[in-house]
């Protein structure tokens, strides 16, 4: 296969991913290993899983310390720096829309671009808001909320 190709990864190799990541639950990493046992194929797959793994871990940078990131989080700098900046950027694209359809209703434009345009703003705030919807729905069963740096 090309570097340009891609293609979904079988159900074997996700969980040669998940065994070597430490996710799979008691049962079905003794079920995988009992794979393994008879598989050299698949040893082959999570051994290069592993090397992978130390490899990345090898080229990653330093973390900051914890203290250092609990520090930061407590500074009124960035905690509220952070909203205000979210604020800001949210006002600011609700307004940008709201004056281009306004300064649209106000051109004396033809109807067609008129249309085109009130569809392509229309389009890009719903988009939005679905997105925003998704994430605010499922941010509850992220599970990578509660983990630390």
């Not at 998940?18 to 049962?27: F, H």
């Not at 090397?51 to 914890?66: H, I, K, S, T, Y």
């Not at 905690?79 to 281009?100: E, F, K, N, T």
């Not at 679905?130 to 729905?137: D, E, P």
Request: aromatic residues 6%; proline residues 5%; hydrophobic residues 45%.
């Amino acid at each position: 296969m090309s570097p340009s190709e891609t293609r979904e990864p079988t159900r074997e190799e996700l969980l040669a991913m998940a065994y070597v990541d430490g996710e799979l639950d008691l049962g079905a990493r003794r079920e995988f290993e009992a794979q393994l046992a008879g598989r050299p194929d698949l040893a082959r797959e999570v051994a290069a899983l592993q090397r992978l793994n130390v490899l990345a871990r090898q080229l990653a940078g330093p973390e900051p310390m914890d203290h250092e990131w609990r520090r930061l989080d407590r500074g009124a700098l960035h905690s509220g720096g952070s909203r205000l900046a979210l604020a800001l950027m949210g006002v600011g694209a609700v307004l940008l829309v709201a004056w281009s359809g306004w300064t649209l209703y106000r051109s004396d434009m033809e109807l067609v671009p008129k249309l085109a345009m009130g569809c392509l703003l229309g389009g890009a705030l719903l988009l939005f808001l679905i997105v925003l919807r998704g994430r605010l729905r499922t941010l509850p069963y992220d599970p990578y909320t509660d983990i630390e740096r």
